[in-house]
C-alpha cells in the first residue's frame, strides 16, 4: 500500500522557504503514530529539513544528486527506484507493510498518480507559503475518516483512492 502523508494549510500551502511554516505538536505526533513501523520516501531538500533519518522507520531519500549521502538512510534517484527498494523491503519479510510519502512537494506531485490513500492533516488556518500541496480529484479519492481536533484548529483526513481511478493495476485481488 502506498500512501501520501502531508500537512497542508486551508490555502493549499505545505512550505515557506524550505520549512514547514508551523509547529503544530499534534500533527507530529500523528504523524509519528502512523508512519512508525514503515517505510517513509521524501525528497533530499525534505530529509536535509528533518536532518535526520527519522527513528522506527526505514528511510527512503530520494536524490538525483551523485554526492547525496547520509548514514541511516536508503537513497534512491527517482521515487520509482524509492517505491522499488521499499517493495523489495515488503516482500523480504521485514516488518514494515506500507510505504508513506512524505515530501516535498515534486514526491507529492508524482505520489498523486501512485497512491493508494492520503493522510492529510488539513489546517484551518491560511499560511504565507512558496510551496504547495497538489490539486486532487473528488473522482480520484473519498474520504474515509475524519477526526476533528478544534483546539488545534485542524482535522485528521484519510482519502481512499477511488477503484475505478486506479493508475495501475490491484494485484491486492489476484490469486496466490
Known sequence: ?????AAVAANGVIGSGGK???HIPQDMNYFRRITSGHIIIMGRRSFEEIGRPLPDRLNIVV????????SGLITAKSLSQA???AEKEIKNGKLRREIFLCGGAG???EGLGIADRLYLTELDREYEGDVYFPHFSGKDFRLVSSERYD???LCFNVYLRNVNSRPY???SQEKS
Open 83 to 85: 517505491v522499488e527498494l
Open 107 to 109: 514526491i507529492y506531485r
Open 20 to 22: 514547514i511554516p508551523w
Open 1 to 5: 500500500m502506498i500512501n501520501i502523508i
Open 169 to 171: 493495476p490491484d494485484k
Open 63 to 70: 536524490s538525483r544528486s551523485k554526492s547525496f549521502r547520509s
Open 151 to 153: 483546539e488545534a484548529e
